[in-house]
T-cell receptor
Framework: QKEVEQNSGPLSVPEGAIASLNCTYS??????FFWYRQYSGKSPELIMS????GDKEDGRFTAQLNKASQYVSLLIRDSQPSDSATYLC????????????FGAGTRLAVHP | EAGVTQSPTHLIKTRGQQATLRCSPI?????VYWYQQALGLGLQFLLW???????NRGNFPPRFSGRQFPNYSSELNVNALELEDSALYLC??????????????FGEGSRLTVL
């Protein structure tokens, strides 16, 4: 079982729709969770972080965390073609380990 | 404010040679991370340095090593290069405070090609 699992996609959504990206993780000791966006040929950039159960909203992005189900998701409202990228879920186990583990990423394609 | 800078941008080596990659973190960041991203694969954790010490390493052989200097810059050394070491090597830095360990800022990467 991979430590962080994501559907590789591509996830194709029309412009203006909600894109839903999902991620599961295996280590119950994980404490902090992140979503990074990586455009083709570029390096990853942080878009959301979430540390406690529930929802966290930032503009068009909402991160959702359910530690009991070991599940984290990212919703992108009003999707734009510029959102087309690979979205990487990352999970960190604290306590000195500080090894941020990335999923393989989900490719999102927003079409006009 | 300058971001994370990496050099060289591209590097071509042959099997058995050594490669050295360099990274300068964002000013004020003490933690430096190295990741390998092979073509079509996800980011694989290599090494974490903080305050000049190696704090954690991923599942890579010992020929992958590095160090962090007093100014918090870092270098990654790969000895006895193999063809499968061809990849994009990403350096990231973070502020080592509170929950911000996972909030990484990445450089543009160094692409290593092993022939």
């Amino acid at each position: 079982q991979k430590e962080v699992e994501q559907n590789s996609g591509p996830l194709s959504v029309p412009e203006g729709a909600i894109a839903s990206l999902n991620c599961t993780y295996s280590d119950r000791g994980s404490q902090s969770f992140f979503w990074y966006r990586q455009y083709s040929g570029k390096s990853p950039e942080l878009i959301m972080s979430i540390y406690s159960n529930g929802d966290k909203e930032d503009g068009r992005f909402t991160a959702q965390l359910n530690k009991a189900s070991q599940y984290v998701s990212l919703l992108i409202r009003d999707s734009q073609p510029s959102d087309s990228a690979t979205y990487l879920c990352a999970v960190n186990k604290e306590g000195g380990y500080n090894k941020l583990i990335f999923g393989a990423g989900t490719r999102l394609a927003v079409h006009p | 404010e300058a971001g994370v800078t990496q050099s060289p941008t591209h590097l071509i080596k042959t099997r058995g040679q050594q490669a050295t990659l360099r990274c300068s973190p964002i000013s004020g960041h003490t933690s430096v991370y190295w990741y390998q991203q092979a073509l079509g694969l996800g980011l694989q954790f290599l090494l974490w340095y903080d305050e000049g010490e190696e704090r954690n390493r991923g599942n890579f052989p010992p020929r992958f090593s590095g160090r962090q200097f007093p100014n918090y810059s870092s270098e990654l050394n790969v000895n006895a290069l193999e063809l499968e070491d061809s990849a994009l090597y990403l350096c990231a830095s973070s502020s080592n405070t509170g929950d911000r360990h996972g909030e990484l800022f990445f450089g543009e990467g160094s692409r290593l090609t092993v022939l």
